[in-house]
């Protein structure tokens, strides 16, 4: 068997899509590349005085269409091809919601559970520093991603503005309000979701409210969906963290899992009435309307999805299935929301920060997700109707409207010098 490279399964998926869209290699070859990439030895003076050394990494993988913008992640399974991947799905779902900027990524490979609050503040903003030549509101914007969250990004901000000597909010986002931070923005992502799936479901003439839905993920996105649909009476029948798994036919009561993981920090040892405990793989395959996975990438494989019988999936989270496993789900004729349109909500609201940062105004919330909402929409009918008009997936309908918006974009401004 191959071994898994995330790059190589992005770059499967660009070349079908250059192809469908009649490009010449030379049209889009450079967008096979990262621009940069940087990686550093982040050494970190432990609590108990000895130190370790952590690999990090910032890829900026094109800036054709505005600045570089993506997430940073903390998570042991980080390297360079996976940051690379993910740099690059920043750049096509930028693209795809049409917002001013390129994509880039940054990671450092680390269990941040295993590190106290005070190790992982001098973890970021050792790393912070090391990649400070890269970063600026007019070059590359983090934000947010696995493992990382609003105090995290206070750090890189502070960080940044003690080099510069001033205070520079724009330079990353999902910061805390306090500082800049916009309202919205940490439930963009799990919101832009749900927004997406209501239309999916409309399209494909299922009823929501009657839908039985399984949620793999119980971060910030997947738990935001999971409350969102919550809310609204949906039915969510399985969630799922990297602990456990759980089912309930008749629908799990998020509002007590959500106290219980507040208490706990898992999932796991939870017990609520009708509720059994299920694998990772039982929760991908269930019988069930809507799939949301909200966890990682790699997930729906090949074998995964010979079984899988959702009628939808909508991807929360960057990468989730396998371009093999892809093939198997078109096949079977299931209906696939891909990650760079179904998870842009989050970017599309670090959007919405930045703007507000370099204009010093702030919205309210009620302006952040009309605003999310309506870029959401449009994004989604425009994929949508390519996929109807022509036959191509939904995937490769994002896709053609992501390259093709780059590739214009690199014709415009020519080949520097
Ligand atoms: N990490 C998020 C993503 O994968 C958000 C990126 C951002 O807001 O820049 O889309």
């Known amino acids: 068997m191959v071994k898994y490279n995330a790059y190589q399964e992005m770059l499967d998926v660009l070349d079908d899509a250059a192809e469908k869209l009649g490009l010449e290699l030379s049209d889009y070859t450079a967008l096979r590349h990262p621009e940069r990439e940087l990686k550093v030895a982040v050494p970190v ?104 969250d609003a105090r995290i990004m206070g750090w890189i901000m502070d960080t940044y503005s003690m080099f510069k000597g001033y205070s520079v909010p724009s330079v990353v986002t999902g910061k805390p309000l306090e500082i800049g931070g916009s309202l919205g923005r940490k439930e963009a992502t799990g919101r832009g979701v749900s927004i997406v799936a209501d239309e999916i479901a409309f399209r494909a003439g299922i009823s929501m409210q009657k839908a039985r839905i399984a949620v793999q993920g119980f971060g910030n996105v997947g738990g935001t969906v999971a409350r969102i649909f919550y809310e609204k009476g949906y039915k969510i029948v399985a969630l799922s963290d990297k602990d456990s798994a759980l089912y309930n036919e008749k629908g799990l009561n998020i509002d007590e899992i959500f106290a219980y993981v507040e208490v706990n920090k898992t999932l796991k040892g939870y017990i609520g009435k009708g509720v059994q405990e299920i694998t990772n793989e039982e929760l991908l395959t269930l019988d069930v309307d809507i ?73 309210d919330e009620h302006e952040v997700n009309t605003m999310l909402k309506r870029i959401m929409i449009r994004s989604f009918d425009e994929v949508y109707d390519i996929s109807k008009s022509k036959g191509f997936s939904m995937r490769l309908s994002a896709y053609m409207v992501a390259l093709n918006r780059v590739v214009m974009a690199k014709k415009i401004r020519g080949i520097f010098p």
């Open 45 to 148: 003076e432990m609590d108990d005085g000895t130190l370790r050394v952590f690999s990090g990494y910032r890829v900026q993988h094109s800036s054709s269409r505005g600045p570089c913008k993506g997430g940073i992640r903390f998570h042991p399974g980080v390297n360079i091809d996976e940051v690379k991947a993910l740099a690059a799905w920043m750049t096509w779902k930028c693209a795809v919601v049409n917002i001013p900027y390129g994509g880039a990524k940054g990671g450092i490979e680390v269990e941040p559970s295993e590190l106290s609050a005070r190790e992982l503040s001098r973890l970021t903003r050792r790393y912070t520093a090391a990649i400070l030549p890269l970063l600026g509101p007019e070059r590359d914007i983090p934000a947010p991603d696995i493992n990382t």
């Open 291 to 363: 799939l949301v996975p909200a966890a990682i990438e790699n997930q729906i494989t090949k074998e995964i999805a010979d079984k899988v019988k959702a009628k939808i999936i909508v991807e929360g989270a960057n990468g989730p299935t396998t371009t093999e496993a892809d093939k198997i789900l078109n096949e079977k004729n299931i209906i696939i929301v891909p990650d760079i349109l179904a998870n842009a909500g989050g970017v599309v609201v670090s959007y919405f920060e930045w703007v507000q940062n370099l204009q010093a105004i702030f919205w």
